[in-house]
């Protein structure tokens, strides 16, 4: 597996969900992680992301709501998405910088 997410589904506005990207270990170690997410007829937008240390940034519309994490035991990046909102609607993607190839979104649909 080089990154696949998960976790994504239907949820009223307001409500929470938690996105999980495993990575393969080439990928994960020593690397800027971030969450992706493109809305139909929209470009590709970083979300949020995490560095090997442990410092994140946040995008503007998500900031207070979205909690970026990282296990470097398990190549594992999370996303805590709370307070979501109808523009949260999209697929999900995780990647690193330098990017690699683009594995499996996981689509998230939040209903008003």
């Known amino acids: 597996v080089q990154l696949q997410a998960s976790g994504g589904g239907l949820v009223q506005a307001g409500g929470s969900l938690r996105l999980s990207c495993a990575a393969s270990?080439?990928?994960?170690?020593?690397?800027?992680m971030g969450w992706y997410r493109q809305a139909p007829g929209k470009q590709r937008e970083l979300v949020a992301g995490i560095r090997s240390s442990g410092l994140t940034n946040y995008a503007d519309s998500v900031k207070g709501r979205f909690t970026i994490s990282r296990d470097n035991e398990k190549n594992t990046v999370y996303l805590q998405m709370n307070s979501l909102k109808p523009e949260d609607t999209a697929v999900y993607y995780c990647n690193k910088l330098p990017m690699t190839p683009w594995g499996q979104g996981t689509q998230v649909t939040v209903s008003s």
């Open positions: 270990t080439n990928i994960f170690n020593n690397n800027f």
